[in-house]
T-cell receptor, first 115, second 111 residues
């Protein structure tokens, strides 16, 4: 079975631009989470979606937004990019619900560089 | 004080050694305890998870949770060069939607 897939793998943008990152969860998983990992740090929680609804949001500005589609895939959008947004963006999927929401499986990530 | 503390290392051991990796935490509401392995420039891979307290074993890996001390450990027996990676601990609570990660410990197993 395929794991979590993300696209693109790498991206270079300039300050002020907008970016959209895409994620497909493991088959049968209904929840998608997004994390940001800066070099040398652990992943930081951005969003969790379950059954197409936002269930949780981390301490990130409104420039970050996301959505989940009927097929459970997800997009993360970041507007007005800053140099500090350069990071590895990780998508993770889980069964969701009360028992399965936090046992998450990560994709390979999208490496974003903002110049 | 961060909710999850993890010594970043690096930790260097010879092949075949027993490795002990540890994290401490401050939030007594944490019930989910995970260990992820991350190779360079890859996404984290879930190694083990424990709900509440106790020990869990999977092959060469053993995870321990001591909630009274707010301390979790991952032991790797008969370590191999292929175990060289960054190990991330992560924790979450029943009422939350996010995992809280440590910074990761960089492990190098030398042949």
């Amino acid at each position: 079975d395929a794991g979590v897939t993300q696209s693109p793998t790498h991206l270079i943008k300039t300050r002020g631009q907008q970016v959209t990152l895409r994620c497909s969860p493991i088959s049968g998983h209904k929840s998608v989470s997004w994390y940001q990992q800066v070099l040398g740090q652990g992943p930081q929680f951005i969003f969790q979606y379950y059954e197409k609804e936002e269930r949780g949001r981390g301490n990130f500005p409104d420039r970050f937004s996301a959505r989940q589609f009927p097929n459970y895939s997800s997009e993360l959008n970041v507007n007005a990019l800053l140099l500090g947004d350069s990071a590895l963006y990780l998508c993770a999927s889980s069964l969701g619900g009360l028992a399965g929401g936090l046992v998450i499986y990560f994709g390979p990530g999208t490496r974003l560089l903002v110049l | 004080q961060k909710e999850v503390e993890q010594d970043p290392g690096p930790l260097s051991v010879p092949e075949g050694a027993i490795v002990s990796l540890n994290c401490t935490y401050s939030n007594s509401a944490f019930q989910y305890f995970m260990w992820y392995r991350q190779y360079s420039r890859k996404g984290p891979e879930l190694l083990m998870y424990t709900y509440s307290s106790g020990n869990k074993e999977d092959g060469r890996f053993t995870a321990q949770v001591d909630k009274s001390s707010k301390y979790i450990s991952l032991f790797i027996r008969d370590s191999q060069p292929s175990d060289s990676a960054t190990y991330l601990c992560a924790m979450g609570s029943n009422s939350g939607y996010a995992l809280n990660f440590g910074k990761g410990t960089s492990l190098l197993v030398t042949p």
